[in-house]
């Protein structure tokens, strides 16, 4: 199969991949309260899991995506898919609350850092057209794991204690992600230890020092950091609130399915207006309307209105996370990708961790998680100033010949 032709392989992989392994690590949400319930953990407890995870996310993004750069994305993804899969078992199994938070947040936090910072950064350097379309597909499947995974763990979960869905949840990754890790290949040019198409007009001798200290690189770290502290508290908590509200399990589940469904066509619609309007002039927009759609769960109780605020919400959370990885592969050269993917990735993972612990401290404080969602609407202004600041590199300017 041509280059051409396998470049469609590796999104299609990118894209699985990412669903599974989003889909691992969100299962805790619909699982929060069955385990509470088993065990007597408090949800705040519980939930610092996730944040425990995103922690352990954030500290190793940058390295796995670095990693991914001199060895290339198979190793590394294969090694996180085994180990997503293992310490899901393991966790299936703990006995103590720190034991959980251990095996659940550190192992399976860093385990799926080793698949996202390096497939995104193999899949944009595949591309050399059809980037943003390309970019926005493999994000749509990372967004599919609320429509797939979560409805799976529900379904096992009303059928099994929390122990054995969560067993049989890690034989479905292992099944999954082992093998299609195995097709993921460097892109082309790297592998030929060419130059990249393009890579003269991204600042193509800038070294990782450099890039590391540009204010392009800091700012897109403090945009997303901001971002996903907004959506980190209204996705893990949207299913308990639902609960809090009176609305049965399954139905809050399908919540959280509607708002992936949604995500799924703003993940593809965000990245085809990038590549008509400017990633950067969409970004400031979504991440304005994000804030608002967060607030908006303050004022939601019924099925019907979760359902509508589930859509907007799911629409533009999802729909500005493209985004990032145009804004990096337009201003970074395609041989340190991984380690600037990893960069704001790491950003990422630290405003995730906000979320978790924040809404069960709200909610096991108040009984009420109106804070949390005002507090989201406050970070979301703040990733909105952020941006705002964003200037691209300057284009190099052509050298005239000599007469």
């Known amino acids: 199969m041509n280059a051409s032709s396998y470049r469609w392989v590796i999104a299609a992989a990118g894209g699985l991949l990412g669903c599974v392994a989003i889909g691992g690590m969100f299962s805790l949400p619909v699982l929060l309260q069955p385990i509470a319930r088993d065990t007597g953990w408090s949800v705040a407890g519980i939930s610092s899991a996730m944040t425990v995870g995103f922690l352990a996310m954030?500290?190793?993004?940058?390295?796995?995506?670095?990693?991914?750069?001199?060895?290339?994305?198979?190793?590394?993804?294969?090694?996180?898919?085994?180990?997503?899969?293992?310490?899901?078992?393991?966790?299936?199994?703990?006995?103590?609350?720190?034991?959980?938070?251990?095996?659940f947040g550190v192992l399976l936090g860093a385990a799926t850092a080793a698949i996202l910072p390096p497939m995104m950064a193999s899949v944009t350097g595949w591309f050399d057209t059809?980037?943003?379309?390309?970019?926005?597909?493999?994000?749509?499947?990372?967004?599919?794991?609320?429509?797939?995974?979560?409805?799976?763990?529900?379904?096992?979960?009303?059928?099994?204690?929390?122990?054995?869905?969560?067993?049989?949840?890690?034989?479905?990754i292992a099944a999954i992600m082992i093998p299609v890790s195995l097709f993921v290949r460097r892109p082309p040019a790297l592998a030929a230890g060419a130059a990249a198409p393009g890579d003269a007009g991204t600042q193509a001798e800038m070294t990782r020092a450099e890039a590391i200290r540009s204010p392009q690189f800091l700012i897109l770290l403090a945009t997303n950091f901001f971002c996903c502290a907004t959506h980190s508290g209204p996705i893990i908590h949207t299913v308990s609130y639902a609960i809090s509200c009176g609305i049965p399990l399954i139905a809050a589940v399908s919540i959280y399915s509607v708002e992936g469904l949604a995500g799924l066509f703003g993940r593809i619609g965000f990245g085809l207006l990038g590549d008509r309007f400017g990633a950067k002039r969409v970004l400031v927009i979504g991440l304005l309307v994000q804030a608002f759609g967060a607030l908006a769960y303050v004022f939601v109780r019924e099925l019907a209105a979760f359902y509508a605020v589930a859509a907007l919400f799911g629409f533009i959370y999802a729909g500005v996370m493209p985004l990032y990885s145009v804004l990096v592969r337009e201003n970074f050269p395609l041989h340190m990708l991984g380690m600037v993917i990893g960069g704001t990735a790491m950003a990422g993972s630290l405003g995730m961790a906000t979320g978790p612990i924040a809404g069960g401290l709200i909610y096991d404080t108040f009984a009420s998680y109106a804070w949390l969602y005002i507090g989201a609407w406050g970070m979301g202004i703040g990733a909105f100033l952020m941006i705002m600041m964003f200037r691209p590199f300057p284009k190099p300017q052509a050298v005239p010949a000599a007469a």
Do not use: C, K, N
């Open 130 to 172: 059809h980037r943003s379309l390309a970019v926005s597909l493999v994000s749509a499947g990372m967004g599919m794991a609320p429509m797939t995974m979560s409805p799976l763990a529900a379904w096992l979960v009303s059928t099994y204690d929390w122990r054995t869905t969560m067993l049989i949840l890690s034989g479905v």
């Open 58 to 103: 954030a500290f190793s993004s940058m390295a796995w995506g670095t990693l991914s750069d001199r060895i290339g994305p198979l190793p590394v993804v294969l090694t996180g898919s085994i180990v997503i899969a293992l310490s899901l078992a393991l966790a299936s199994r703990a006995t103590s609350l720190i034991e959980f938070q251990l095996l």
